[in-house]
């Protein structure tokens, strides 16, 4: 099974709201990550988690949660989002996070703030 | 800075080869990917370069200069379904995290 799973698909919300982005894979990986990807640009990373501990942040805003319940699981939690943070959030996962292992992605959640 | 350069679009015609370069600022290299990814969908693993040379998977061949800083991804008998987008991704020794560049729009036309 190579395959990282995300949900929802697509996801409307608005300004206001709390929503959480779910993500899970079954490779056993031990490195996971979370990317956002604006139309026609390569994705940006945003966090990265090595064996269940988060150890790259982005400088990402504080409306953005990430969590890693356990090491098939990371999930993204969204808060007070603004209308720019629309994009596509991408999770990927790798064996390990030493930067030599080609990173695995998920289809993505298209995320629309209204 | 870790600026990676490669052209925004590229056109070719179906069976015909093209190739697509990458350069990379060389310090704190630490091996380069090549991504490809259809509109919409999630970017896929092509290649992953870290010493000098040549590495061939099929239709598709990647090439890496490290003195050079300087990469770039062969694809052979071009088919219509490789009209996508072909990204290059650069770890600097970060503990995984990979600078894209803006990725090559190629478009193979019959």
């Known amino acids: 099974d190579t395959e990282v799973t995300q949900t929802p698909k697509h996801l409307v919300m608005g300004m206001t709201n709390k929503k959480s982005l779910k993500c899970e894979q079954h490779m056993g990986h031990r490195a996971m990550y979370w990317y956002k990807q604006k139309a026609k640009k390569p994705p940006e990373l945003m966090f990265v988690y090595s064996y269940e501990k988060l150890s790259i942040n982005e400088s990402v805003p504080s409306r953005f949660s990430p969590e890693c319940p356990n090491s098939s699981l990371l999930n993204l939690h969204l808060h007070a989002l603004q209308p720019e943070d629309s994009a596509l959030y991408l999770c990927a996962s790798s064996q390990v996070s030493t930067g030599n292992y080609e990173q695995y992605f998920g289809p993505g959640t298209r995320l629309t703030v209204t | 800075g870790q600026n990676i350069d490669q052209p925004t679009e590229m056109t070719a015609t179906e069976g015909a080869i093209v190739q697509i370069n990458c350069t990379y600022q060389?310090?704190?290299?630490?091996?380069l990917f090549w991504y490809q990814q259809h509109a919409g969908e999630a970017p896929t693993f092509l290649s992953y370069?870290?010493?000098?040379g040549l590495e061939e998977k099929g239709r598709f061949s990647s090439f890496l200069s490290r003195s050079k800083g300087y990469s770039y991804l062969l694809l052979k008998e071009l088919q219509m379904k490789d009209s996508a987008s072909y990204l290059c991704a650069v770890n600097y020794n970060q503990g995984g995290k990979l600078i894209f560049g803006q990725g090559t729009e190629l478009s193979v036309k019959p």
């Open positions: 370069n870290v010493l000098d």
């Open positions: 060389t310090s704190g290299f630490n091996g």
